[in-house]
């Protein structure tokens, strides 16, 4: 009895008529909680720039490099190119892509993640007594997109998955899993609010997130629940807005040089809207020497690994192996590794002639060999034209699969540009022969790069109107892209999800994730069978949508999350 009374004492002290259990709760004073740590502007801003972390780590491929990688390879666009031997790797998508698979694992808890504390953010905001009503909508805007953004990659890889928006104390393992269209409507529903709050694109600083983006994703949500008048509108009033517009004329830093409106869009430092760049409708941002940036591995991946290429005495009179120095790989990008090999299909079966997209400046299909002395035969000579290719024969799978294809110029900057954290595939010589910054290590490109353009919305748009039935302004909305790109212009009669996607791989190479892309429209098993000649040989009609990861739905002893049909 002694406790009882002990305590009933201590609240007839503190207040005669009430013993409350706010008197009796901890107040925590030697260590941080959400109450006490998410007060002020400032904390705010730290735990909002917790979110953009966690996204510009998926964009940039930090969570996990192989599991960022299979956002584009196992497509259309690309495989991957270090399976070397197709005979032993004949079932390595079958057999990979399992429940117990890394990639949808990392995937499904990186988003996880940023959901988790854009919950954090959206509870504590309602709670603040510090901050402004400016303050609160901003924030509570940011962290609304954040959240809906997450979701909608989520329900285009794996279908229905469970939805939290609350802030947890502590962890669940009862969780069911919502239908897909339950899940594009809570999209739905935080990106409205999210729009009624956010400022305009042209009111915020680079790289900040505004109402023109989240209608732009809202765009997508509302196509996947088939709205599809709804989506028009929201793509109109992104494409209509006055503070944004479609790069039609030379800009930025290299408008003077040789060069396309195309590849401007990609040199370095072009991307932000203060640079006069008014087509990025989100711009990530990356810094070299920021201790909060990470640099993008696309690059370095995706670019094929030059510096392997030999010509030996068999193929050539000098007697001599031909390597490619640094004097080559400034005149075309960095060296990389060529793991995101991409397709037959994106680099010779899509293109028109004349289309911007596909010229010199952006994707360079042959090269001069450098690496000889002067007076060699074969200095200066074009590695494909002039037939040295086609002398290669490779000692395994791996010299053709990795060493040439053409380069994509947009996953890099010019030469007197380049700023990478650089790896022993590019050079053995870190004296910065490009004119840039390159540190030890090879692999990571500190540069700007876009969530989404005004391009794209136009992508969208054209999908909307094609699903309504209404193929003439599908096919406008296309063309105003093709004829910016100096293309053939498409017709009505050609006009089908396939050519939009096939638009989508000449416009948005290496910026959209092509497997969300795939998956959001139940085209991944078609597009794969038809195209890729790795994952293409074993992928089967339920790998339209990627597996719930067995750990969540071991862990989750409350109740029971089913696994998508055919895992």
Known sequence: MKPTIFIYLLCIGAALSSCSKSFLDEDPLSIYTPDNSLQTSTQFQQATNNLYNGVRN?????????????????????Y?????????????????????????????????????????????????????????????GQALFFRAYSYNVLANLYGGVPIELNELSGPRYDYVRASRDAVYQQCKKDLQQAIGILSDINQVPDGTVNKQIAKHVLTEVLISLKDYDGAIASASDVINFSGVSLMNSRFGRRANLPGDVYRDLFEYNNQNYSTGNHEGLLVIQ???????????????????????IRITEATTKTKMAILFNAKFVDSVSSNGVGWIRPTSHFFY????????????????RDIRISGVPANSPDYGKWYVKDGYKAKVAPADFRDTIRNFYPVIRKASPSAGDFVSAAGPAILTNVTNPFGGFLLNGASRLFMQKYMARVAETYLLRAEAYLAKGDAQKATDDVNVLRNRAGATPATTAEMNIDYILDERLRELYMEEFRAVTLTRLGKLYDRDKKYNPKSGLTI????????????????????????????
Request: proline share 5%.
């Open 58 to 78: 998926i964009y940039m491929g930090n969570i996990n490099l192989d599991t960022y990688f299979g956002l584009y390879y196992a497509t259309d666009f690309a």
């Open 80 to 140: 991957n190119g270090t399976d070397y031997d197709p005979a032993a790797k004949l079932n390595a998508y079958k057999a990979t892509m399992l429940p117990t698979y890394f990639i949808p694992g990392n995937m499904w808890t990186a988003f996880y993640k940023i959901i988790t504390n854009a919950n954090l953010v959206i509870s504590q905001v309602s709670k603040s007594t510090k901050l402004s009503d400016a303050d609160k909508n901003s924030f509570l």
């Open 286 to 308: 990356s810094t070299l020497n920021n201790s909060a940036s990470v640099g993008d591995q696309t690059a370095w991946a995706v670019v094929p690994s030059l510096t392997g």
């Open 349 to 364: 079966e899509i293109w028109t002639p004349g289309d911007m997209r596909n010229s010199s400046y952006n994707i360079v």
């Open 540 to 567: 089967e009609p339920y790998h339209n949508l990627w597996p719930i990861p067995s750990t969540e739905i071991t862990q989750n002893t409350g109740a029971v999350l089913e696994q998508n049909q055919g895992y």
